[in-house]
């Protein structure tokens, strides 16, 4: 593992692009952090709780890298700046291709020719994309606008890692869980309530609507309960308890939708006999289950294995 002051010097210079700028900036920041500990030491601070109060007088390394630069991110403020493109970028490279191949798949199910289906997937991809854009601009921008600074917001536990030691910003992976958890919330709603198939009697949910009460439901209540996760994945890092509630929420998930797909029962069958869909689904609804439980277990194992390799001596 990387010190903290290796991740806090690595965390405000990663997205300098200038080699000499970046390499001036280093050397300053870690000459004040060495200087700043030192005057700690000599006041009776051992070297860990030193390091750590430096740092965290220091504050968010990437408000303190525009600072030293006299730059700032004016698109939507330093503070929220380098999360909003993460999550800007997640948010469209995962729903813009989603909805570009269902868009697809509907003009292939309605008789449409070749340039008919591919028109259609790109101008589906791209307008979702617009949307997405859209809507995340706005909600960063109200964020840095109208949400104050707490105080204590950052610490050094939300440093990312330095290069190859693994591990990420807390912050935008927090922010990043909730947007996903957000979007896959809303589409099982939508899908029902507007769903983009058309039939005789109107809209044809893509899901099976029986499956609402209990199943459906109880995803949307997993849902939830995820988002509370990663809220207090942020600000406890992985400690054993947070990885044991990550295993039973992934358990839960899959206890869910594995035996739906097993029984074939996850798709609505108006929407099937209405694609000509009847029967053909039956291989990938199994492949889905597969690879759910393997998600799973990956999820279960990587939790513990990120508890573990937690510090001892790192505060939560």
């Not at 995340?136 to 939300?158: S, Y």
């Not at 069958?269 to 439980?293: C, S």
């Amino acid at each position: 593992m990387s010190t903290l002051t290796e991740r806090y010097v690595h965390a405000a210079t990663r997205f300098v692009q200038s080699t000499d700028e970046r390499e001036e900036l280093r050397l300053e920041l870690q000459e004040r952090i060495d200087d700043t500990v030192s005057a700690l030491r000599a006041e009776g601070h051992d070297a860990e709780e030193a390091e750590r109060q430096a740092l965290t007088d220091l504050g968010d390394p990437l408000l303190l890298s525009d600072q030293y630069r006299q730059r700032n991110s004016h698109l939507i403020g330093p503070r929220y700046f380098y999360t909003y493109v993460r999550v800007l970028l997640i948010a469209v490279c995962t729903s813009a291709p989603i909805v570009a191949v269902i868009s697809a798949l509907l003009e292939w199910s309605d008789g449409g020719d070749a340039g008919d289906v591919i028109g259609g997937g790109i101008s589906a991809g791209l307008s979702i994309a617009l949307h997405v854009a859209f809507w995340t601009t706005l909600v960063f921008a109200v964020l840095e606008r109208v949400v104050p600074q707490p105080p204590g917001a950052w610490n050094p536990d939300m440093l990312p890692e330095a290069p190859g030691t693994g591990g990420g910003s807390r912050r935008s992976d927090m922010i990043a869980s909730l947007v996903a958890l957000a979007i896959g919330a809303v589409a099982l709603v939508w899908q029902h309530l507007g769903s983009p198939v058309s039939g005789a009697d109107g809209r044809i949910p893509i899901l099976n609507p029986d499956l609402w009460v209990p199943w459906f439901v109880l995803l949307l209540v997993v849902l939830v309960v995820e988002a509370v996760h990663a809220v207090w994945l942020f600000r406890r890092g992985w400690t054993w308890a947070v990885a044991t509630v990550n295993a039973v929420i992934a358990v839960a998930f899959a206890a869910i939708v594995v035996p739906l797909l097993l029984t074939h029962r996850v798709l609505n069958p108006e929407l099937l006999e209405h694609l000509g869909w009847t029967g053909q689904t039956e291989r990938g609804d199994v492949v889905a289950a597969a690879v759910i439980l393997l998600i799973t277990a990956w999820e279960v194992a990587a939790g513990f294995v990120r508890a573990a390799r937690r510090p001892r001596g790192r505060r939560a």
